[in-house]
């Protein structure tokens, strides 16, 4: 069975920039995929920061941005602060009807 | 502002049937999707499976014939039945709403604060 990949853990420095990525066990990523991302920090539920891709969430600080690079969808983090430490997870439509997360990315600013 | 609530038992018993129900405020439930999300604890997301106001649905093929999602438009409420539960399936339960711009699904937006619910004897 695919699976949705995720890095593990990232670090970032204060107003550095980020990319995170969600790719598969077994082939590309593309538009197709609807890719998602979701921002949490622990005890809060989940908050969508960018869907369909690219398009951002209403609220959302364009320092999050979300595109496909190569063969993986990816959540930009530019000018990161402190604020931006918490988990991310990507969200994938796999076809017929079946939709899957990624572990998840544990993202440190310091 | 659409607002998603769980709600439903905190504890239930290994082998019997986990019920839970997402009322939905602010919003209509006519024209969407929506869908139930799990976490464990200290663990990642897992998408359970998600109905359209119509009663169309889809489930994690993980979880089997265990999971049952049903809606009822006229409460503005849609629920999930897991049947035969086990400790692994204590988690913290969110609902959420389908983003579907001219009918293609591409992410969530909107999302319940979540419930713990814990299987023990």
């Known amino acids: 069975q695919t699976v949705v990949t995720q890095e593990p853990s990232f670090s970032v420095s204060p107003g550095g920039t980020v990319t995170l990525t969600c790719g598969l066990s077994?082939?590309?990523?593309?538009?197709?995929?609807?890719p998602s991302w979701y921002q949490q920090t622990p005890g809060q539920a989940p908050r969508t920061l960018i869907y369909?891709?690219?398009t951002r969430s209403s609220g959302v600080p364009d320092r999050f941005s979300g595109s496909i690079i190569g063969n993986k969808a990816a959540l930009i983090i530019t000018g990161a602060q402190a604020d931006d430490e918490s988990d991310y997870y990507c969200?994938?439509?796999?076809?017929?009807?079946?939709?899957?997360f990624g572990g998840g990315t544990k993202l440190t600013v310091l | 502002q659409v607002k998603l609530q769980e709600s439903g038992p905190g504890l239930v018993k290994p082998s019997e049937t986990l019920s839970l129900t997402c009322t939905v405020s602010g919003g209509s439930i006519s024209g969407y999707y929506w869908s139930w999300i799990r976490q464990p604890p200290g663990k990642g997301l897992e998408w359970i499976g998600y109905?359209?106001?119509?009663?169309?649905?889809n489930n994690n093929p993980s979880l089997k014939s265990r999971v049952g999602i049903s809606v009822d438009a006229s409460k503005n409420q849609f629920s999930l039945k897991l049947t035969s539960v086990t400790a692994a399936d204590t988690a913290v339960y969110y609902c959420?709403?389908?983003?579907?711009?001219?009918?293609?699904?591409?992410?969530?937006?909107?999302w319940g604060q979540g419930i713990r619910v814990t299987v023990t004897s």
């Open positions: 369909n891709t690219d």
């Open positions: 969200l994938l439509y796999m076809g017929s009807g079946i939709w899957m």
């Open positions: 109905i359209h106001y119509t009663g169309q649905t």
């Open positions: 959420a709403r389908y983003h579907c711009p001219n009918g293609i699904c591409n992410g969530y937006d909107y």
């Open positions: 077994s082939g590309s990523v593309s538009i197709g995929y609807y």
